[in-house]
Every structure is written in C-alpha cells, then in structure tokens.
C-alpha cells in the first residue's frame, strides 16, 4: 500500500526534526494541550504499535488495548497510562525507540491487503484506513512540534491522505456533534505541495473551499482554527463544517481558537 509508504516518509521527516534534539528539548512544552514533545512520541509509539497488533495478532491487540483503557478506568489520564505502560521512557531514548519501531509498522502494512478488516478502538476498519490513520495522527501531532521549534514545514504530496480522511469525515463530523448531516457537500479545490490541483464534488461558487491543501489538512485535524489559515470559505454548509471539522475519533472537539497554536 502507497499509504504505508508515505507513513513511513511522514515519520522520516518528523525524525529528521527531533534527531538533533538532546534530552532536555523532549520536555518542552508546545501548544498541543501542553503536550510535551515526549507526550507526542510516547503517543505516536504506543498507538503505531497497538496498529501492528490490530493487523498481526487481534488477540494481543485485545489484551493490550484492554490494559490501556483499565488504567484509563482506574483514572489515569491518556498521558499517565501511556507513560506507564512504556516504562516512562524519555528523551532520546524514547525517540529511539519510536524511530526503531515505525519502519516495522511501514513494511507490515505494505505487505496487507488493503481491504483487510481491523479491530481498533470505535468500529472495525480496513487496513488502508489503520495507516492511514497513523499517516494522520504523525502529521498533525508533528505540527505542533514544529510550531514549537520555530521550523516552517515542507509537505509533500502525501498529505493528500490526510485531505481525503478530511473529505470522508465531512458527514461524520455533523454526526458526532449530534446534527443533521447538510446534504450539499462543499466543493473542494486544494493546491498540493508540487502545484497540482485537487478537487471534490461538484463545482460551486456559493458553497465551497479553496486554499492551500495544507492549510485544509491544519483544520480538519484541528492543527489550526480556520481563522488562522488563508483558506477561501463560502456559503453556510462550508462554514458550518470548516468551523467544526474533525477527521479523528472520539468526541467532538473544540477547535483551537484563533492565535492559540500558530507560531
């Protein structure tokens, strides 16, 4: 799968980063929920391994996807029990162990068929969408520690997975918010990184969004509010949605406001 490449590309370049970084930096704070960068790693880790698992072994999966969610029952919050179930590994060890495992994850689901089902934590998923899923979840959880590090970013054209997650969620996010899903879609039109142009549905001028891809792909893994990237929005429908979206799991969630992740 093309999919488990660019994963394996997306974690190339976010190791590319923090490869210069000494122990120190990986406690740093960023503007992720005060997140500190070995949040981030320890977080990527553990989910890229879990991924492996829903893939190789779904009874070991089970296991320890259930060991995860005891000690969230037992009140740990997402970052204490990933902490402990990774020994709380920090620094530049943490960062070796992320950077040793991710290619494992690559060649695994290069080698799946695509269509192949996977337990994961809401409802069952094609293996397509488990790494692209975790494509996903590196980018945007790597932004923020670009944004704290000072560094402007080079995306590549595999962020179009991420813009097709956005585009696929687009009835989901009404759904999970509890609102009847808008039956006129946005039209679409996106700048990739190597200048091609990427569109969606049917050509509107009254209900659309037009921009840089990177800039849609900042607001449906709310990376950024929509207030502050140049996207184009026009009409209702695509106001409603850019205000809101959400391509991740879980509960609806509150985009970030204006100024509060843009560095």
Known sequence: MQQAHDFGDESDALY???????????????????????????????????????????????KEYGDMKDLREEGLNMREATDQLLNNVK????LNLWHDYYPKSTAAFAAADPKQRVKWAGPDMSARSSISARLMETWSHAQAIYDLLGVKRTNGDRIKNIVIMGMNTFGW????????????????????????????????????ITGQAEDFCQVVTQCRG???????????TATRWMAVAQCFAGPPETPPAVGTRRV
């Open 173 to 208: 996010t009404f759904i999970n918010r509890g609102e009847e899903v808008p039956e006129d879609v946005p039209y679409v039109r996106l700048l990739a990184p190597s200048g091609e142009i990427w569109e969606w549905n049917e050509p509107s001028d009254d209900n659309c």
């Open 226 to 236: 929509i207030g502050d990237t140049d996207l184009k929005v026009t009409g209702e």
């Open 16 to 62: 590319e980063l923090l490869a210069p970084l000494n122990d120190t930096d990986f406690g740093r704070q960023t503007l992720f929920k005060d997140w500190t960068i070995n949040d981030i790693l320890a977080h990527l880790h553990i989910f890229n391994h879990l991924a492996d698992l829903s893939l190789l072994d779904p009874d070991r999966f089970a």
């Open 91 to 94: 620094g530049r060890a943490l």
